[in-house]
């Protein structure tokens, strides 16, 4: 069965800073990884995936994750955190199923942005 | 584009009563609709899958006839929840997503709670 791991229940940065939000998966196949983000009173919102190809994949409001089969990861960076970035953060593994993926999320990371 | 909604965002009812939940697709013909259940501080859960005018697929463990799925549309899936108590408090959030297209398209979500 699939699995996925956020071993960091919150993230503290300063503005400006760094980030990178650790995610580890479970699954038997080449996986579909996602981020997700969730920001209060608004639908997830897809960050980027990875199906195959790249290890290194770019999404959207600059952050990227980078695939590294030998440590089931997928870690999400950004070089310069904002402060609406703050937000909760799903990783997520997908399975096929008839023509979409069945997403199997982590419990999540809440970040939270210093001025 | 790409906008799902749900409605109500937020309710209360009492223990024993039911309550429904819509989920709209508001510029997009969603042939499948997904629902999914969020603890406080946990991962998302899917419950069921629904494509327009077929019976849900409901995952391992959902009680069909305690939530019930209607996709009538395709723009509208309902979710029921029948005989409510307090343990089915809980954020229910909803996603869709076109034929053809893997992609989901998540609701802001609903947060019932049951006294």
């Known amino acids: 069965a699939q699995s996925v791991t956020q071993p960091d229940i919150h993230i503290t940065v300063s503005e400006g800073a760094s980030l990178e939000l650790r995610c580890n998966y479970s699954y038997g196949a080449t996986p579909y990884l996602f981020w997700y983000v969730q920001s209060p009173g608004q639908g997830l919102q897809l960050l980027l995936k990875?199906?195959?190809?790249?290890?290194l994949v770019q999404g959207i409001k600059g952050f990227e994750a980078e695939f590294k089969r030998s440590q089931s990861s997928f870690n999400l960076r950004k070089p310069s955190v904002h402060w609406s970035d703050a937000a909760e953060y799903f990783c997520?593994?997908?399975?096929?199923?008839?023509?979409?993926?069945?997403?199997?999320f982590g419990r999540g990371t809440s970040l939270i942005v210093h001025p | 584009g790409a906008v799902v909604s749900q409605h109500p965002s937020r309710v209360i009812c009492k223990s024993g009563t039911s309550v429904k939940i819509e989920c709209r697709s508001l510029d997009f013909q969603a042939t499948t609709m997904f629902w999914y259940r969020q603890f406080p501080k946990q991962s998302l859960m899917l419950m069921a899958t629904s494509n327009e005018g077929s019976k849900a697929t409901y995952e391992q463990g959902v009680e069909k006839d305690k939530f019930l799925i209607n996709h009538a549309s395709l723009t509208l899936s309902t979710l029921t929840v029948t005989s409510a108590h307090p343990e089915d408090s809980s954020f229910y959030i909803c996603?869709?997503?076109?034929?053809?297209?893997?992609?989901?398209?998540f609701g802001p979500g609903t947060r019932l709670t049951v006294t």
């Open positions: 996603s869709a997503r076109v034929k053809g297209n893997y992609e989901q398209y």
């Open positions: 997520a593994v997908g399975r096929a199923r008839g023509g979409s993926y069945i997403p199997t």
């Open positions: 990875y199906f195959s190809g790249d290890t």
